[in-house]
């Protein structure tokens, strides 16, 4: 105990000499000697949020409070780090924890009085968006982020309308922000990679890392980057996620193909590494500049031949997909049902498979009256046998999903049922997609979120095509 004490005290005298990071040491050694030193972890936490490191100052701040719930110093700085980190629900959580412990805690009501503006002033944004006055939208965020240029929700919706405005090079850039998101770090693991992040560099003979960060969607629309950094002379290893692994083995842009784990990136060799979907911002994507072609995917002549033999016949040939994977924020909205689809029942010379996955295609077993659907789910292994099944196929019918991506990426027709406000991919009013020649999107109106006016459109769409 007497050299626990006599370190704090050396911990504490080189506080004051503002020996910050010596300080760092000696409290980290005292927090190893006495785990459950709550006031240890808590001076811990103090000094990193100094030393501006948040990601270890919240972790040695919230293991105070595992020790001891009550520490009201730790709220305090918890509220503080949070709202400068833009993480208003949990500061504002924090605020109020805080002031009911003290009421009188000198700058806690002020700081609650700035999480509280900030907060309203993203909803603010949120409701002109919705009400489609996008510059107002704008305005306000501006607003925000002067106020605190770390707010990252007001970040990532800045940036997402200015993508959904067709503001490309101004939104990629502010895209950039997600990498220093702490919920961006959270999910995708804290990657300190010896090598530099490619930020737009010659790549002529040199390596780099590029790794799958969102959703399946995501990296389907975004892998027709890696060609691009192939044909700079880029040798490419790429970590993407395990079900979509098949789709781009033995493709000549990659010089290997992992699935992703980012404790096996950091020992990769490489020059440079790069988040997939930072790739448009350092190859200065503009509207006019989308990479259109089709990515080169891999589909075995093997589930070729499989899939021609089983889906042979003249019938014009529809696959259906009506939800998304419930992990998605927006699935709710975004996933339209098959029931919904019911008016397509009624297109003569139509045979329908069902290429929808998951607990949704339970619903496949109730079918639409007078809707046949063939159900190929059983069948879909992963997304090549999804891919090879899409080749077979005149259309495909999808929500806003992974499967839209992936057949507009074949060169295939799809119609994309898209919800209201749209993703920032799908831009404003246009029936077709810059990303994807083959694709046709179907909209909700602003004022009308149903899908059903959007289906009746479908239906007579597809009556035209079908009878050609």
């Not at 949120?126 to 106020?147: G, I, N």
């Not at 046949?372 to 099944?389: E, K, R």
């Amino acid at each position: 105990m007497a050299a626990h004490g006599n370190l704090r005290k050396r911990a504490q005298r080189l506080l004051k000499e503002r020996r910050w990071t010596t300080a760092l040491e000696l409290y980290s050694e005292l927090c190893q000697l006495q785990p459950q030193d709550h006031d240890a972890w808590l001076e811990l936490g103090l000094l990193q949020q100094r030393l501006d490191d948040p990601v270890r100052a919240e972790q040695s701040l919230r293991h105070a409070l595992e020790l001891r719930p009550n520490l009201l110093p730790a709220y305090g700085a918890l509220a503080t780090l949070l709202f400068g980190r833009g993480r208003l629900r949990e500061a504002e959580t924090y605020c109020r924890t805080a002031l009911v412990l003290a009421p009188q805690t000198v700058g806690m009501a002020a700081l609650l009085q700035q999480v509280l503006q900030q907060r309203a002033m993203v909803t603010a944004a949120k409701r002109h968006e919705e009400q489609q006055d996008y510059p107002a939208a704008l305005t306000v965020l501006e607003e925000a982020l002067l106020l605190n240029p770390l707010a990252y929700e007001a970040r990532w919706r800045y940036a997402e309308l200015l993508l959904l405005l067709g503001r490309l090079q101004e939104g990629w850039a502010a895209y950039e922000w997600r990498l220093q998101d702490p919920r961006w770090i959270a999910a995708m693991g804290r990657c300190e990679f010896a090598a530099p992040r490619w930020q737009g560099e010659p790549l002529a003979g040199k390596t780099i890392l590029v790794y799958a960060e969102q959703g399946f969607g995501d990296t389907l629309q975004f892998s027709r980057y890696l060609p691009l950094l192939h044909q700079r002379g880029a040798r490419i290893i790429f970590y993407c996620d395990r079900e979509l692994l098949p789709l781009y083995q033995n493709r000549p842009y990659l010089m290997r193909v992992e699935a992703k784990s980012y404790h096996k990136a950091l020992t990769e060799r490489v020059d440079y590494h790069s988040a997939l979907m930072s790739l448009p911002h350092w190859c200065e994507t503009t509207l006019e500049s989308i990479p259109t072609a089709p990515a080169s995917l891999y589909i075995s002549d093997k589930q070729r031949d499989q899939w021609q033999s089983q889906m042979a016949g003249d019938v014009f040939k529809v696959g259906l997909v009506w939800a998304g994977r419930p992990v998605h924020a927006n699935n709710q909205r975004r996933s339209c049902g098959l029931a919904a689809l019911a008016p397509l029942a009624e297109v003569e010379g139509v045979q329908f498979y069902s290429l929808q996955k998951g607990e949704a295609a339970l619903d496949s077993v109730s079918q639409p009256a007078g809707m046949v659907i063939d159900d190929l789910a059983p069948q879909l292994n992963d997304f090549s046998d999804t891919a090879a099944a899409i080749e077979q196929l005149d259309l495909v019918i999808a929500v806003d999903t992974a499967v839209a991506h992936l057949t507009g990426s074949l060169g295939k027709p799809v119609w994309t049922l898209n919800y209201f406000p749209p993703e920032w991919r799908w831009l404003l009013v246009r029936d077709d997609s810059p990303w994807y020649p083959t694709m046709r999107l179907f909209r909700q109106s602003a004022t009308d979120a149903d899908w059903s006016p959007v289906v009746e459109r479908v239906a007579q769409a597809l009556a035209h095509v079908a009878a050609r």
